[in-house]
């Protein structure tokens, strides 16, 4: 059973590791080409979800950069009223 936790916590903080260094992700929705299904040759439509970028953030990319940045602003407050 520890094991088992021990396996899911180190998949978790891999997963987490991998969305602070990758968080945009090919579009799901054009499959990263960046055009809609009904674009031909002669007319390219953009994709709705991307606009085009071809690219979409990464579902909990946008609240871990706030939490990481967040407390990293907190340490550099404290230090700094240390020295005073």
Do not use: D, W
Not at 6 to 29: E, Q, T, W
Not at 53 to 75: C, D, E, F
């Amino acid at each position: 059973m520890s094991t088992a936790i021990v396996v899911a916590l180190v998949l978790a903080l891999g997963r987490l590791v991998f969305i602070y260094y990758h968080p945009f992700g090919p579009c799901r929705a054009c499959k990263g080409k960046g055009t809609n299904r009904g674009s031909t040759k002669k007319r390219l439509g953009r994709c709705t979800r991307c606009g085009g970028t071809r690219l979409t953030q990464r579902m909990g990319s946008r609240a871990l950069h706030k939490v990481i940045r967040g407390t990293s602003n907190a340490v550099r407050e404290n230090k700094e009223k240390r020295r005073l």
